[in-house]
């Protein structure tokens, strides 16, 4: 090696060291630098993560706001930007797993396989995915499907779910991706899908807020059970250890009673009417021994 390719290589070393070391650099580390703490919203994840009127919010933001707060508190950072920014299904994991954003305030699915690129905190809901048909549809199961079109949103594990169903009962079902909830729940009104499949705790807060609630129906058993919980980086266990305490703290304390009612038994935008949710037995179970830990 001659000094020209030896100076090459040292700086090829040292270009590499700087960029391991600032992905290696934590939120709360950016933070104390005078960072943002950017959380990531949806558009129409009602009502954990959606936007009304040009302004975020549900129950998962409402979540990811307060933990900012304790960011805040702990950084000393008292003028703490907060950026919001918008995902979509299609790339919520990616823009956590790049770093361009903390925490992803939606109804993301704690799942062994999205767990090998980003990591979550304990889970603030439990839902399972079901079918959201017309009134007048006689579908009441996956298997009425038969030779009809089944729509889901584009990323999400209940297109997953229905897929692998789809392909290992043979029940020639033809599926579907849309961009976002929105345009999934349009397609069945429009008679473009026999039924969308999806959590049906977003399936009854989508149908609520259309033009004529009454017009759609949530069926069928469980395709999946699905535990929602905030996404954050893998690898960055001081910022993931104050999450955790936060939202064990919430938990214990009860005091995340006040914003799960909030979102769910009181009247909600756009429409201004409650979903009456109470907290499920599968929920309430789960949280009285809260863990980031699901069996799935």
Same mark, same amino acid.
């Given at each position: 090696?001659?000094?020209?390719?030896?100076?090459? &290589?040292?700086?090829?070393?040292?270009?590499?060291?700087?960029?391991v070391?600032? =992905?290696?650099?934590g939120?709360?580390?950016?933070?104390?630098?005078?960072?943002?703490?950017?959380?990531?919203?949806?558009?129409?994840?009602?009502? $954990?993560?959606?936007v009304?009127?040009?302004?975020?919010?549900?129950?998962?933001?409402?979540?990811?706001?307060?933990?900012?707060?304790?960011?805040?508190?702990?950084?000393?950072?008292?003028?703490?930007?907060?950026?919001?920014?918008?995902?979509?299904? &299609?790339?919520? %994991?990616?823009?956590?797993k790049?770093?361009?954003?903390?925490?992803?305030?939606?109804?993301?699915t704690?799942?062994?396989?999205?767990?090998?690129?980003?990591?979550?905190?304990?889970?603030? $809901?439990?839902?399972?995915?079901?079918?959201?048909?017309?009134?007048?549809?006689?579908?009441?199961?996956?298997?009425?499907?038969?030779?009809?079109?089944?729509?889901?949103?584009?990323?999400?594990?209940?297109?997953?779910?229905?897929? =692998?169903?789809?392909?290992?009962?043979?029940?020639? %079902?033809?599926?579907?991706?849309?961009?976002?909830?929105e345009?999934?729940?349009?397609?069945?009104?429009?008679?473009?899908?026999?039924?969308?499949?999806?959590?049906?705790?977003?399936?009854?807060?989508?149908?609520?807020?259309?033009?004529?609630?009454? &017009?759609?129906?949530?069926?069928?058993?469980?395709?999946?059970?699905?535990?929602?919980?905030?996404?954050?980086?893998?690898?960055?266990?001081? $910022?993931?250890?104050?999450?955790?305490?936060?939202?064990?703290?919430?938990?214990?304390?009860?005091?995340?009673?006040?914003?799960?009612?909030?979102?769910?038994? =009181?009247?909600? &935008?756009?429409?201004?009417?409650?979903?009456?949710?109470p907290?499920?037995?599968?929920?309430r179970?789960?949280?009285?021994?809260?863990?980031?830990?699901?069996?799935?």
């Open positions: 090696m001659n000094c020209k390719q030896g100076w090459k &290589a040292l700086g090829a070393a040292v270009a590499l060291c700087c960029a070391g600032a =992905q290696a650099q939120v709360l580390e950016r933070v104390r630098g005078g960072g943002p703490l950017v959380l990531a919203h949806r558009e129409s994840s009602v009502p $954990f993560s959606y009304h009127e040009g302004k975020p919010m549900g129950y998962a933001l409402d979540l990811c706001l307060h933990i900012a707060e304790v960011v805040r508190k702990k950084t000393g950072m008292k003028n703490m930007p907060v950026q919001l920014v918008q995902v979509t299904p &299609a790339n919520r %994991i990616e823009m956590v790049t770093g361009k954003a903390d925490m992803e305030c939606g109804s993301t704690n799942n062994a396989e999205r767990r090998k690129d980003v990591a979550f905190t304990i889970p603030h $809901f439990i839902t399972g995915a079901r079918l959201l048909v017309p009134a007048a549809s006689t579908v009441t199961r996956m298997e009425d499907l038969e030779g009809k079109k089944l729509v889901s949103t584009k990323g999400t594990t209940p297109y997953k779910a229905a897929e =692998q169903a789809n392909r290992e009962r043979l029940m020639r %079902i033809q599926l579907v991706e849309a961009p976002d909830h345009a999934a729940v349009v397609m069945v009104e429009k008679g473009q899908a026999d039924a969308f499949v999806m959590d049906d705790v977003l399936l009854y807060g989508l149908a609520a807020n259309r033009p004529d609630p009454k &017009a759609l129906k949530v069926v069928g058993r469980f395709v999946t059970t699905e535990p929602l919980a905030i996404m954050l980086a893998k690898n960055d266990p001081e $910022f993931k250890k104050l999450v955790d305490e936060e939202m064990r703290r919430l938990i214990v304390s009860n005091e995340i009673n006040a914003i799960y009612d909030k979102w769910f038994m =009181q009247p909600i &935008a756009p429409t201004h009417r409650a979903l009456n949710l907290v499920s037995y599968l929920l179970d789960f949280w009285k021994y809260p863990t980031d830990q699901v069996p799935f």
